[in-house]
């Protein structure tokens, strides 16, 4: 396993994805723990006096049965039916807003994933020494120092607390019922709103503390780096051999069409493009093959080979091979350019068959727009 200090680079998306596939992100259980309390306590706060009421009237209708209610059956499940009644909508409400914050304190930080992965069993868990490790590591002493930072923070303010409301609490003996269960209430709520906002500043801290330790743990070294690029791009060697293959694969059909080609103009040491027409007027002129330096040498060979003409114009090559891809047809601007020279290969080719005059000299300087030449 790579060294901490080995870990320089910023994790990649692809690890940030993997590990969350794999359930590994930011999570804070102080930051949970502080929601959920802190909504506790403050939905007890609203609800309280509901529930008292409830339990009020649940103990008044229990405490005056009559003799005969309570040896009958019937009036047994009734009284249950009406405590239930009672109690159901202040408590159910209470349990479902504790719930809710529950669950939203657990995707606070990390947002919701659900991984199989991390749901399996691991042997390594119950490894004692893996268990040690974490104790006596800085995981372990970061843990240390919030669980005794939680006893004195919350210790401090319940003290607080209790010295607070201690004359009230003592004096409610002194009030008329149920004004003394009220008040309680009343007193219970505020003291468990003020002692679970001491957690805050715990899941204050322990929030960035936790995504800054998932970031670091999912730093990558600088060889992870280049093996996962390897991986997600293919080996460069293996990608050279198959650009290479592709480009003689392609080479071939190439030489395969030269034959056809009514035309190679070439710049005599470097470029070779071969041009093919159809004269049905479905299509401008077609470049069939090009290449450059040997490339372009097979080229003018097999050309020669077929009898196909070879025109010498450099400008016209050049802005051809950069312009046009194989199959594609040559550019409008390039027309005017191209039709001389194909107008001037087909008067050859009747001059040789002895059906015309021999045609004029092409033009060195044939029509080819500034932005076009290279």
Known sequence: MADTHDKTEEPTSKRLEDARNKGQIARSRELSTALVLLFSAITLFILGRDIGIAMYRIMERMFTLSKDETYDYNHMFQAWGYAFSEIAIPVISYLLIVAIAGFYGSIALGGYNWSWQSAQPKMSKLNPINGLKRMFGPNGLVELLKAIAKFVIVACITYMVLSFFQDEALHLDMELYPRNIYHALELIGWSFIIICCAMLPIAAFDAPYQKYKHHEEMKMTK???????????????VKSRIRRLQFQAAARRMMQEVPKADVIVTNPTHYSVAIKYEDNGNRAPVVVAKGVDEL????????????????????????????????????EKLFMAVAQVLAYVFQLKKFKKGRGRRPKPLSKDLPIPPELRH
């Open 296 to 331: 372009a040498m097979h080229i003018r060979k097999i050309a020669d080979a077929h009898q196909v003409p070879i025109i010498q114009s450099p400008m016209l090559a050049r802005s051809i091979y950069y312009t046009t891809e194989v199959d594609e047809e040559i550019p």
């Open 223 to 237: 060889q992870e780096v280049k093996d996962e690029r390897k991986n997600a791009e293919g080996d460069p060697l």
